[in-house]
């Protein structure tokens, strides 16, 4: 696997990237779109992953079962041993691999797999999980609208609902006091894990959000390499 270790000069130049970037917005695909997938290839799975990744009940919306199958193992939410280099409590997303890790304590990290922003909304850097919310209002942006006139309904937000793009949790990520703009939220597309898919937000499976929101700490630190 590629290392994830960066050194201060790449940070740095990635969190100039990632301000300017900024004003292009968590756009993530639109409530209408569906990702095509012809044929698609379907793994074994095991029964504590379809556990693990079964409906939610006790949510405000239903859950449906994540179909695992199409998702490559490697994606699957797992223990492994911290390669890192950051300290617990740190959330680290390695664009390259679509893998995002919360490093716990004793050498060890929690990984997701992920869906990452399309080439030329990609961003880097350091900044950190200002705060959460359950279940939250999408927002287009304007650019987007301007694209989208069907969005038009939705200027003043998209309430919660099963459908809304930011899923079941988001976590915002703050520069100091300045909100990015981006996001780690909620997906309920199996076929966007793994994919460079979204206008820059980092979007994980309905179950592994709400399992990420409950573990990650308000203010933890956050790396996008």
């Excluded at 012809?38 to 859950?63: C, I, K, T």
């Excluded at 592994?208 to 996008?224: E, F, M, N, R, Y």
Aim: one cysteine or more; aromatic letters at 8%.
């Amino acid at each position: 696997m590629t290392s994830l270790s960066l050194g201060r000069r790449q940070f740095m130049a990635g969190a100039a990237s990632l301000s300017a970037l900024a004003l292009a917005a968590c756009t993530t695909t639109t409530p209408q779109r569906v990702l095509s997938a012809a044929a698609p290839v379907r793994q074994p799975v095991p029964a504590d992953v379809q556990l693990m990744y079964g409906p939610v009940y006790d949510e405000p919306f239903f859950l449906r079962a994540a179909d695992m199958s199409l998702i490559d193992p490697i994606y699957w939410r797992q223990s492994v041993a911290n390669t890192t280099g950051e300290q617990p409590g740190t959330v680290v997303v390695d664009t390259a691999n679509r893998l995002l890790y919360h490093v716990g304590e004793d050498g060890m990290a929690t990984r997701y797999g992920v869906g990452i922003g399309r080439a030329g909304f990609a961003w880097a850097g350091r900044a950190h999980i200002a705060y959460k919310k359950s279940w939250p209002t999408w927002t287009p942006p304007s650019e987007m609208i301007d694209r989208q006139p069907e969005l038009e309904q939705y200027r003043h937000g998209m309430p919660a609902r099963v459908d809304n793009p930011l899923g079941a949790r988001a976590m915002y990520i703050h520069q100091g006091n300045v909100d990015t703009l981006y996001r780690l939220h909620g997906n309920p597309d199996e076929r966007s894990i793994g994919k460079a898919v979204s206008s820059g937000c980092v979007r994980l499976l309905q179950q592994d959000v709400i399992h990420l929101a409950a573990a990650v700490k308000t203010g933890a630190p956050l790396v996008v390499l």
